[in-house]
């Protein structure tokens, strides 16, 4: 699993401009399974989001077609994971 963190590099204003487009973004990620959860920090400096394992460099590429990061208006770390303990319910993150 991955934890990918977006950090905004630029006001809020240039980041609201660009929502709908990241938004579609998200939504193609989701739809291809890639993405678990997504959501701003708080407060809201950026964002998170989980990813299921695989490949590092794929995620980069996709990644780097975010609609902030192509902007210049976010950048990425990505942290990856093995789940070795849940809490009831969230067994099946073990395994992703």
Do not use: C
């Amino acid at each position: 699993m991955f934890i990918v963190t977006l950090t905004y590099i630029r006001p809020l204003d240039e980041l609201d401009v660009l929502m709908d487009a990241h938004i579609a973004w998200l939504k193609k990620h989701y739809e291809s399974g890639l993405f678990l959860a997504s959501g701003r920090q708080v407060p809201r400096k950026g964002g998170v989001i989980l990813a299921r394992s695989g490949d590092r460099d794929g995620l980069q590429a996709v990644l780097a077609r975010d609609p902030f990061v192509l902007n210049g208006a976010a950048r990425t770390d990505i942290m990856e994971f093995v789940p070795s303990m849940t809490a009831p319910g969230a067994e099946a993150l073990k395994s992703l």
